[in-house]
């Protein structure tokens, strides 16, 4: 059983929903999202109400029930209420600055780093050494700040990088510790 995948999803007011054999779409006030269904994986729409079910209890098929009704719950999140992310730069000299849809890093190398923002994302820069990754996809968003993250990832010696807002970077005592 599996509890996750057998709750219904509550629409709220304001998302159509559109449900097309295998295909979903949601749509919201702030945008449109797309999503093909797995073919063992079949959709019922009741009322304000979406029912996911199996066709039966497999193991790959098990996995794939509750994922579904996720993936399906975080699209109806994302066209009501924008996902975000927020990145925090640490170390001496680091920066970002936004120049139209990119981010602009000076990052501790010879030339800066220039972050495009890919296609439903934006980026909003309060202050130098703050980043935050907003978007109506939740997976694009995690992505996102994923990949900004590669560029500098934070070292565990002084701490300098970029990492998320909640993340606890366990600093190491160097060689002079001892």
Known sequence: M??????????PEG?????????????G????????????????????EIKVTRINDEPFNRSLH?????????????VVH?????????????????????LNMSLGYS??????????ITFDVPNPNTIIVKGIDKELVGQTAAEIRTKRPPEVYRGKGIKYA?????????????
Do not use: C
């Open 66 to 78: 509750g994922l579904t009704r996720t993936l399906i719950n975080n699209m109806i999140i994302g």
């Open 2 to 11: 599996s509890r996750i995948g057998n709750k219904p999803i509550t629409v």
């Open 29 to 48: 006030p702030k945008g449109t999202l797309e999503r093909d269904i797995h073919n063992n994986i079949s959709l019922e729409m009741e009322g304000n």
């Open 82 to 102: 924008e996902y975000s992310r927020e990145l925090q730069i640490n170390g001496v000299g680091y920066r970002v600055q936004k120049q139209g849809n990119n």
């Open 166 to 178: 909640e993340e606890v970077i366990r600093r190491k005592e160097g060689k002079t510790g001892k």
């Open 111 to 120: 030339h800066p780093v220039i972050f495009e923002a890919p296609q439903g």
């Open 15 to 27: 998302v159509d929903i559109k449900i097309e054999g295998k295909h979903i779409t949601v749509k």
